[in-house]
């Protein structure tokens, strides 16, 4: 059987946190497959993305929704931009098939992670990816981030991937 991937892994805890009223915002929009399995379940996706390329990529696949809106910025700005939300997903690294250049960064993510704390709204969902340089420092940084601020989250990894460096979803939820 094929095993499951940290993608299908987050979409399933999405799963359990969404429904037809939901409004989500996807913090890193990427070539656009998180929204995609998104838009049929929940009412507005907010969408984040620096590059041009990525939301251009993403409004061609996702073209057949009309509940996703799109802005080409830092998820820096999305408590500035979107008041009032059910949940937010980062999923870092860099944009899948571009050269590598351009990628979530650790000072980035957890300003945007700060301000979405200091809203306490919502549940947050953070796929992280310690394989690689930038990375693990995200990976350092949050975690030390949430136990810093006593914020109680749920760690989820593959049963199949045993390397300390295989990726981690980070799962919290606030209760107003
Ligand atoms: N969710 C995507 C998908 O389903 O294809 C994958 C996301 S990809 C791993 C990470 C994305 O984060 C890249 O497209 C990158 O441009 C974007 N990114 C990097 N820094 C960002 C920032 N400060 N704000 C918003 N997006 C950012």
């Known amino acids: 059987m094929r095993k499951k991937t940290m993608v299908e892994l987050s979409h399933q805890i999405l799963l359990s946190q ?11 929009l990427g070539n656009g497959y998180d929204s995609l399995f ?7 996706i907010h969408a984040f993305d620096i590059q041009k390329e990525a ?6 696949l996702l073209k057949d929704y009309s509940n996703i809106y799109y802005y080409l910025k830092s998820h820096v700005y ?3 931009t ?3 939300y059910d949940g937010v997903l980062f999923n870092l690294g860099y944009l899948p098939n571009s050269d590598k ?6 000072e980035t ?3 945007a992670i700060d301000k979405l704390h200091q809203k306490r709204q919502g549940f947050i969902l953070v796929v992280a990816y310690p394989g690689h340089d930038e990375g693990l420092m995200e990976y350092v940084a949050l975690q030390s981030y949430l136990d810093k601020k006593e914020i109680s989250y749920e760690v989820h990894k593959l049963p199949h991937m045993t390397k300390k460096d295989a990726p981690v979803i980070f799962f ?4 107003s």
């Open 18 to 28: 969404i429904n037809k009223s939901s409004i989500l915002v996807d913090a890193t």
């Open 38 to 44: 998104l838009a049929p379940l929940v009412k507005e």
């Open 55 to 60: 939301i251009d990529t993403s409004k061609a």
């Open 78 to 80: 999305v408590t500035d």
């Open 82 to 84: 979107v008041p009032n």
């Open 101 to 106: 250049k351009i990628k979530t960064h650790y």
């Open 109 to 111: 993510t957890l300003q």
């Open 172 to 175: 919290w939820k606030y209760t």
